[in-house]
């Protein structure tokens, strides 16, 4: 439960309800209770000042009783019955007694109501209200202890009824205030769902930054994680900047020693010319690697477009001497994007189609396009091509077939490391011009 926020939320509103709730039942029966001891007194007092304006005494001195208006008092069984005491005589009872008299003790103060629970020899208990009046002239006076019971069996299932009903409708309450705690801890909680799926969406390069489209209490959240991620390609930026000044900083003596090596290879002088081109080819696979690491450091959270930067490397390489016969085509749609910011598709691209110059005839063709899930962008040139069974060599590190060509066998190996780091496959095949097709395919969301 610790590490769940909805769990925490959805538990403490549990307690809280089910607290609340029993709380509430027990505050509801006392007052129902309390509201219904209320009604019950009030209605004893009624009937005893009704029964004490009905007793009398008569020329005698007997006490007679005028019947109460309600039939209850006069019906057996009933529930309501009254009894007045005289003295020690034998209590007089209503005629809807059906038990013993009630054993009752006389207020000690004349006209003060009491109301007690009394059980009756039966077992049943009954609400009692009593007083002591004073009736009859001055020569017949009297003092009259008088009581009205009313039996609670009803009273007391009325208010246990008042009680189930209370609770299950509580019960019910509860449950449906719990339903609506979930609901709300969804509902606050949904901006936590956003923010991740916007990571997500950072991650997989639909988009750089989080929105701003949180609630108040989340966007400071958001605004740290922006600038985090600010901080990060700045740094980002620092290191590719650095490393692509290295490269380009060795770029030079690598060529200028790749031309000592050929010119040693046409003086017969192989041996050195070999070992010439094996410190070279570390050097330059050193700089490839640390270039490579810069990369992997930070993956590119960008879609570049692939057009422009074919035609701005096309314009480039077709300006190099020797190279006027080649013809280019590029069947690319504007809006085809690879998973990589522009530095690397530049390189990327930059390694094919260089590779593709060096071996090509008279043509190289560049297509790009994306169904079902899917894109790929293929490289082809007309010249030689590769032999099934040597593609692995030249994805090697320094993997050449032919020495003669200028170059430190670096290109294709770095476009593999390239395209795995983003989540990219390189494929080697057979142009259907007969040269080599370089095929490069990526998932498309």
Known sequence: MKSSLSLRLIWAATVTTVLGLIATAFVLNFLFRMYFEERVNAELEAYLLVLSANVGVDAQGEVVVAPLADPRFEQALSGYFWQIQIDDDPPILSPSFWAAPLALDPPLTAGHITYENVTMGTGETVAVASWVITTGADDTRQKVFLAVAIDRTGLDASVAGFFTNSAIALTLLGALLLMASWVQVRLGLKPLDKV?????????????????????????????????????????????????????????????????????????QDVIADELHNEAASIAYIVE????????????????????????????LGRQPGVDHISWKIDVAAQMRAPFDEFDLTELLGNLFDNAVKWADTQITIRAAQSDGAAFLTVDDDGP???????????????????????????????????QSHGCTLVLGRAPMGGLRVTLNWPVA
Do not use: C
């Not at 605004?223 to 991620?229: A, G, M, P, S």
């Not at 993997?399 to 390239?418: E, H, N, Y």
């Open 289 to 316: 690697r640390e270039l490579a690491r810069s990369r992997d450091s930070h993956q590119s959270k960008q879609r570049s477009a692939i057009l422009p930067i074919a035609k701005r490397l096309q314009d480039a």
């Open 196 to 268: 991740r799926a916007d990571l997500a969406r950072i991650r997989n390069s639909a988009t750089d930054r989080l929105s701003q489209d949180y609630p108040d209490e989340i966007l400071p959240l958001a605004d740290e994680v922006n600038q985090l991620l600010d901080t990060n390609d700045a740094t980002l930026a620092r290191v590719r900047a650095g490393a692509a000044n290295l490269a380009h900083g060795i770029k030079t003596p690598l060529t200028i020693i790749h031309g000592i090596e050929r010119k040693l290879r046409h003086a017969a």
């Open 385 to 419: 091509g590769i032999p099934e069974a040597a593609r692995a060599t030249v994805l090697e590190r320094g993997g050449r077939l032919d020495a003669d060509k200028p170059g430190t066998g670096l290109g294709l190996s770095i476009v593999q490391d390239m395209a």
